[in-house]
């Protein structure tokens, strides 16, 4: 059954460790972990290491040397990923033979590229910009877990794949999302403030980000009648770390629930044109 982006239910409220600061960088860090009983330790010969577990969501795709033909104006499926795949969108504005700005999308819990698609299509046609928008490989991305896995090595994959055929911007590479989508859009890009300038978190439900790369911009939304990431433990929240953590962050509360509503997609192309240009980081 699919669902319209304002339906999806994705992530519940959580709680969280307090923001963390030092001298160099910004590290925000909010707990997903639960309660585990102690238990006597397991004779050596019979413990296995655990595995390691990544949490430094890197990416390592950046712009270069396009070497591929660039798609067409329209909607594109990605063809890297089988039944969860994702898609392109070019819009008819896009001029190939001009650097052109490029927003990562993703979508929220048990949500669909085409359900964002949907939503922020307009924003795309607008400022003439590549919208690459991936399925997560399972109901929600693995960052919810506080780890980076197979839904990085695919994020990875396909901006290496965009970037081979399509001549981006450097400056104006963004990324985006809704409620799962958008907790994951924050971390991403507070971890590569080096190649991501802004961050768009629509109804966002957390922040996990161990070691902060760079200070992007940030804009936040969300709902005052939300029943599925509440105001007030979600987006408040959120906003106040961030900001404690030096980040510059816009925050647009509007009236509503878990949705991205057309006046927020305005209120977010506004910002987008706002927005100070220049790449965040090293």
């Given at each position: 059954m699919?669902?319209?982006?304002?339906?999806?239910?994705?992530?519940?409220?959580m709680?969280?460790?307090?923001?963390m600061r030092?001298?160099?960088?910004?590290?925000?860090?909010?707990?997903l972990?639960?309660?585990v009983?102690?238990?006597?330790?397991?004779?050596?010969?019979?413990v296995?290491a655990a595995?390691?577990?990544?949490?430094?969501?890197?990416?390592?795709?950046r712009?270069g040397?396009v070497?591929g033909?660039?798609?067409s104006?329209?909607?594109?499926a990605l063809?890297?990923?089988?039944?969860?795949d994702?898609?392109l969108?070019?819009?008819?504005s896009l001029?190939?033979?001009q650097?052109?700005?490029?927003?990562?999308v993703?979508?929220?819990?048990?949500g669909?590229?085409?359900q964002m698609l949907q939503a922020l299509q307009?924003?795309?046609?607008?400022?003439?910009?590549l919208?690459?928008i991936p399925?997560?490989?399972g109901?929600?991305?693995d960052?919810k877990?506080g780890k980076h896995?197979e839904d990085?090595?695919f994020?990875?994959?396909a901006?290496?794949?965009?970037f081979?055929?399509?001549l981006?911007?450097?400056?104006?590479?963004?990324?985006?999302g809704?409620?799962?989508?958008g907790?994951?859009?924050?971390?991403?890009?507070?971890?590569?403030g080096d190649?991501?300038s802004r961050v768009?978190?629509f109804?966002?439900?957390?922040?996990h980000?161990?070691?902060p790369?760079?200070?992007?911009?940030?804009?936040v939304?969300?709902?005052?009648?939300?029943?599925?990431?509440?105001?007030?433990?979600?987006?408040?929240?959120?906003?106040?770390?961030l900001?404690?953590a030096?980040?510059?962050?816009h925050?647009?509360?509007f009236?509503?629930?878990h949705?991205?509503?057309?006046?927020?997609v305005q209120a977010?192309v506004?910002?987008?044109?706002e927005?100070p240009p220049a790449?965040?980081?090293?």
């Amino acid at each position: 059954m699919r669902h319209s982006p304002g339906s999806l239910s994705g992530l519940e409220p959580m709680g969280g460790l307090p923001v963390m600061r030092s001298l160099l960088a910004a590290c925000l860090v909010l707990s997903l972990a639960g309660c585990v009983a102690p238990r006597e330790a397991e004779p050596a010969s019979t413990v296995t290491a655990a595995p390691q577990v990544d949490t430094s969501g890197r990416v390592d795709a950046r712009p270069g040397q396009v070497t591929g033909t660039p798609a067409s104006p329209g909607v594109h499926a990605l063809g890297l990923g089988g039944a969860r795949d994702g898609l392109l969108y070019v819009p008819k504005s896009l001029r190939p033979d001009q650097p052109a700005p490029l927003m990562l999308v993703l979508h929220g819990s048990r949500g669909n590229a085409g359900q964002m698609l949907q939503a922020l299509q307009a924003l795309a046609d607008s400022e003439g910009l590549l919208m690459l928008i991936p399925d997560s490989r399972g109901l929600t991305w693995d960052d919810k877990m506080g780890k980076h896995g197979e839904d990085l090595r695919f994020i990875d994959r396909a901006l290496a794949h965009v970037f081979s055929r399509h001549l981006v911007a450097r400056e104006r590479i963004s990324v985006a999302g809704f409620s799962a989508g958008g907790s994951y859009a924050l971390a991403l890009g507070i971890l590569n403030g080096d190649l991501f300038s802004r961050v768009l978190a629509f109804s966002p439900g957390f922040v996990h980000a161990d070691e902060p790369r760079g200070m992007p911009f940030i804009f936040v939304a969300h709902g005052d009648k939300d029943q599925v990431l509440s105001v007030e433990g979600s987006g408040r929240r959120i906003v106040a770390e961030l900001r404690s953590a030096g980040f510059q962050v816009h925050y647009h509360e509007f009236s509503g629930g878990h949705s991205i509503p057309k006046d927020v997609v305005q209120a977010a192309v506004q910002w987008l044109r706002e927005a100070p240009p220049a790449v965040s980081g090293p």
